[in-house]
Nanobody, 127 residues
């Protein structure tokens, strides 16, 4: 059974950094895409970034480029989301999801194309 567990969230001041982790288990993820999304209160789930596990190819939402990076450690079966220069508007619950890799493109940014989700980790940025 696939399990995704996020961690690393917390309270940070504006301008600070956090590294979120998504620990994956239950199968081999070499043919999967792992994506990070976030959801603020009263808002829809928003795509942040995604990575193809085997090739390490990445895809970012335009608004996230430059401040956030995504990486994976295959030995630890973990995908990381590094959040830098955080702003109060980055406050949200951050989720990781997994989908089978079919092709590169917009499906990586669509939450409904992901088959598995973690429980989320809260990130709060104070001004």
């Amino acid at each position: 059974q696939v399990q995704l567990v996020e961690s690393g969230g917390g309270l940070v001041q504006a301008g600070g950094s956090l590294r979120l982790s998504c620990a994956a288990s239950g199968r081999t993820f070499s043919n999967y895409v792992i994506g990070w999304f976030r959801q603020a209160p009263g808002k829809e789930r928003e795509f942040v970034a995604a990575i193809r596990w085997s090739a390490g190819s990445t895809y970012f939402a335009d608004s996230m480029k430059g401040r956030f990076t995504i990486s994976r450690d295959s030995a630890k079966n973990t995908v990381y989301l590094q959040l830098n220069s955080l702003k109060p508007e980055d406050t949200a619950v951050y989720y990781c999801g997994a989908q089978l890799f079919l092709n590169y493109g917009s499906r990586w940014s669509r939450s409904y194309d992901y088959n598995y989700w973690g429980q989320g980790t809260q990130v709060t940025v104070s001004s």
